[in-house]
């Protein structure tokens, strides 16, 4: 069966700090991942997908980004971190579509604050 | 680019009393329709989903309903108890992007009073 694994589950970071949160999915072939992100008791935003290694489709211009150097990684990162980035960061995959219908499955989710 | 709206924002009902979220959305070429439950501190689990060629689809005490027409669907859970209690996201999965995208409501808030 498949699994996803996102880290850290929760990390306080200072404005200006670097950010990396890390994704891995397990028993699946070139799934499309994805980062979203929930502010506080709000719904959610999608941030970036991937459909491949080194693709990379921005949805939110920002000062995040996301790279996939590996088929089952994904990581979303900052140089340089906002008060306003401060949320519930998902990873979350789904299989290769290309049609309608494909479900996408969440990890556990990563709290940010940035102080 | 595709609009999803949920409502209501929040909703507290009874327990054994049936809950109704709708969401209505913009891109008529949409074709699939998750509902999503989320706990607190947990990311959103898939809870049902339907597709355009169905106007139902029930599963134990949760239905979800279609109607393209008016681009609207709905989740019904009937007999509600307090282990329902939490938020609940519905979504659409439009034509752009190459249906590799899902785009949420706002959500919705339900507690379930014993």
């Known amino acids: 069966s498949q699994t996803i694994h996102q880290w850290p589950a929760t990390l306080v970071q200072p404005v200006g700090s670097p950010l990396s949160l890390e994704c891995t999915v397990e028993g699946t072939s070139n799934p499309n991942l994805y980062w979203y992100r929930q502010a506080a008791g709000r719904g959610l935003q999608l941030l970036f997908y991937s459909v491949g290694i080194g693709q990379i489709s921005s949805e939110v211009p920002q000062n995040l980004s996301a790279s996939r150097p590996q088929d089952r990684q994904f990581i979303l990162s900052s140089k340089k971190l906002l008060l306003s980035d401060s949320g519930f960061y998902l990873c979350?995959?789904?299989?290769?579509?290309?049609?309608?219908?494909?479900?996408?499955?969440f990890g556990e989710g990563s709290w940010l604050t940035v102080v | 680019g595709e609009n999803v709206e949920q409502h209501p924002s929040t909703l507290s009902v009874q327990e054994g009393d049936s809950a109704v979220i709708k969401c209505t959305y913009s891109d008529s070429a949409s074709n699939y329709f998750p509902w999503y439950k989320q706990e607190l501190g947990k990311g959103p689990q898939l809870i049902i989903d339907?597709?355009?060629?169905?106007g139902e689809k029930k599963d134990q005490r949760i239905a979800v309903t279609l109607n393209k027409t008016a681009k609207h669907f709905s989740l019904h859970i009937t007999e509600t108890q307090p282990e329902d209690s939490a938020v609940y996201f519905c979504?659409?999965?439009?034509?752009?992007?190459?249906?590799?995208?899902?785009?949420f409501g706002a959500g919705t808030r339900l507690a379930v009073h014993p």
């Open positions: 979504a659409v999965q439009p034509v752009s992007g190459g249906y590799n995208k899902l785009i």
């Open positions: 339907i597709r355009s060629n169905v």
């Open positions: 979350a995959w789904s299989v290769p579509s290309g049609t309608t219908g494909n479900t996408i499955y």
